[in-house]
């Protein structure tokens, strides 16, 4: 486009400005055509802004959006590489291996932000917008773990999610299921009976508990 108009300005020997503006018009027209997804916003900015890590974590966590999940697997290492102590893009990078089937690769950037929470003892800048990604890391990797029968482990960060968040249902039920798989029956029933106390028609622990009781 750029040198048709150029051809046009040559002909017809318009005036500078005129060139000026044709110019910033297909400036304009590639601007807008980066504007038309998320994904493509982030990833021309990934490349060229002064805040690299956060576009190309948003671009990865666009690219989750969309399911494709190895692309977001690119764009999240980039993030993590250039920041490797912002908690957001160790949390995404963390989801998209899972969503891969990719356990063992997953472990480590949920680990690393329960680590840099710690660090930082829940005080840095957005640590409340985070809090949700904190936790998910704790019950993730309590997830993990009981996966690999690693069972004293899933308990331990079952615990850290539930410290931070005692209203999880979900997180309480694994708990539970982890305790009476390591034989602990008493501690298992009461984390079903807490559960049921905070949400009394969840069918799912109204049956454990009634079998754990036979």
């Known amino acids: ?7 046009r300005y040559l002909l017809l020997q318009v005036i500078v400005v005129l060139a ?12 807008t055509r980066v ?3 998320s994904v493509a916003l982030w990833s021309d900015t990934s490349q060229k802004g002064p805040s690299r890590y956060r576009a190309a974590n948003n671009a990865g966590a666009a690219l989750l959006a969309e399911k494709k999940y190895s692309a977001a697997t690119a764009y999240l290492i980039r993030a993590v590489t250039a920041n490797p102590l912002s908690v957001e893009p160790h ?8 969503q891969q089937r990719d356990m063992a690769s997953a472990l480590p950037h949920f680990k690393e932000v329960l680590k840099i929470n710690d660090s930082l003892k829940g005080g840095h800048f957005g640590y409340r917008a985070h809090l949700k990604m904190i936790i998910g890391s704790a019950a993730n ?18 615990k850290e999610a539930l410290a931070l968040s005692p209203v999880a ?3 309480r039920f694994n708990l539970a299921q982890a305790y009476q798989r390591v034989g602990q029956t008493d501690n298992a029933i009461l984390e079903l009976e807490q559960l049921l106390r905070v949400n009394p028609t969840d069918r799912g622990a109204k049956r454990a508990l009634l079998q754990l009781k036979k």
């Open 141 to 158: 990797l309590g997830n993990l773990y009981s996966m690999r029968g690693e069972l004293d482990t899933a308990i331990y960060y079952y």
């Open 35 to 37: 504007w038309e997804s």
């Open 1 to 7: 486009m750029q040198s048709s108009s150029n051809n």
């Open 91 to 98: 949390y995404n990078l963390g989801i998209a291996y899972i």
């Open 169 to 171: 249902p979900s997180v």
């Open 20 to 31: 000026l503006s044709l110019i910033m018009a297909v400036a304009t027209s590639a601007r």
